[in-house]
């Protein structure tokens, strides 16, 4: 692509956070009117069983596509969500309460919910852990003092089996590089979990930099592994993460969609030329998914090999939040 093509693009990926807090509520509700005439199916008709099968968020309802055939038919559900995910019939839903608000529903295999519950500012990311025991969050908010750029944001945790749940993960004890560490200016986004449902991972930024994290959900602490790592997602087998790479260490300039092998430290860019502002989800040991935005802001999800080879494949348009659901 040619550079003013590339400089146009990363613009659009680094601004798109401010602009969300401007365009969401008008855009959710054109959404919505769209949607009433929309063909779709009963949320009964799409299951979250185990399958060749991708879950999204398509025309702003939870829908599912073919694996084998991401571009075909879609079945879209009557349940209007911002972000999705799901993994072992267990999955998760944030969607609008009013105008202002949002709230997370947890979701049963055919899209009942089971928990639901407010959540501040607006969704940007949602995971389940593969057991789907666990379900975490982020959204943008406002309004904290030390936040320059005008908002901030909140990553919470539930474990659905016992009720715990971690609203914030700001609450919790942090070893930075070696040693205890506090700032008012912590922030924590796009949590993934490992097998355990207890230990997961997420980025950290406090200073002006960002840290991969791993943290501990029963002791309530985490500690930061390496810097430079945004939205991490961990691989099936939990040997490597696909995380966002700011290019040159600058959020401003794009970002990088790679993969850090963790007994190495190693990290291996991707074949995605364009700057990617997503948390990747794997779609099995070798494959990731991603979420692109054309200028207009109207999605696309990509999918690239895990090892650096080949190139981007584009899976399905108007639709973005991918996950695998077998």
């Known amino acids: 692509m040619s550079e003013l093509t590339t400089r146009a693009r990363v613009a659009v990926a680094a601004a798109v956070t ?5 365009v969401a509520v008008g855009y959710i509700q054109l959404a919505k009117g769209k949607a009433a005439t929309a063909e ?4 009964a008709e799409v299951a979250l069983d185990p399958g060749p099968r991708l879950l999204v968020v398509a025309d702003r309802r939870a829908a599912t596509v073919s694996r084998d055939d991401p571009s075909g038919p879609r079945l879209v559900s009557g349940l209007e969500c911002v972000r999705v995910y799901a993994a072992a019939g267990t999955g998760v839903c944030i969607h609008p309460d009013t105008a202002w608000s949002y709230q997370l529903s947890v979701l049963d295999r055919q899209l009942r919910p089971t928990h639901t519950f407010a959540v501040p500012g607006l969704p940007n990311r949602a995971r389940v852990s593969a057991s789907g025991r666990m379900v975490a969050w982020t959204t943008f908010v406002g309004g904290d003092s030390y936040s320059s750029g005008g908002f901030s944001t ?3 945790i539930l474990d659905t089996r016992t009720g715990t749940m971690a609203g914030t993960l700001e609450e919790f004890r942090v070893t930075r590089e070696g040693r205890p560490y506090r700032n008012v200016d912590v922030n924590f986004w796009g949590v993934t979990f490992t097998a355990d449902d207890n230990t997961f991972y997420a980025t950290m930024s406090t200073a002006g930099k960002r840290y991969l994290i791993r943290g501990d959900f029963a002791a309530r602490t985490v500690r930061t592994l390496t810097d430079n790592v945004e939205c991490p997602s961990l691989s099936p087998d939990g040997s490597r993460i696909a995380f966002k790479q700011a290019i040159g260490g600058d959020p401003q300039r794009g970002w990088r969609l790679s993969v850090l092998d963790l007994s190495t430290m190693a990290v291996t860019n991707l074949a995605e030329p364009d700057s990617v502002d997503d948390q990747a989800a794997w779609l099995d040991e070798r494959t990731v998914a991603y979420t692109l935005r054309a200028p207009d802001g109207t999605p696309s999800i990509w999918s690239t090999p895990a090892d650096g080879t080949g190139s981007p494949t584009k899976l399905l348009d108007g639709a973005e939040s991918p ?3 077998g």
């Open 323 to 325: 996950a695998a659901l």
């Open 18 to 22: 401010v602009l969300l807090a401007a």
């Open 40 to 43: 779709t199916a009963p949320s």
């Open 154 to 156: 909140r990553t919470g």
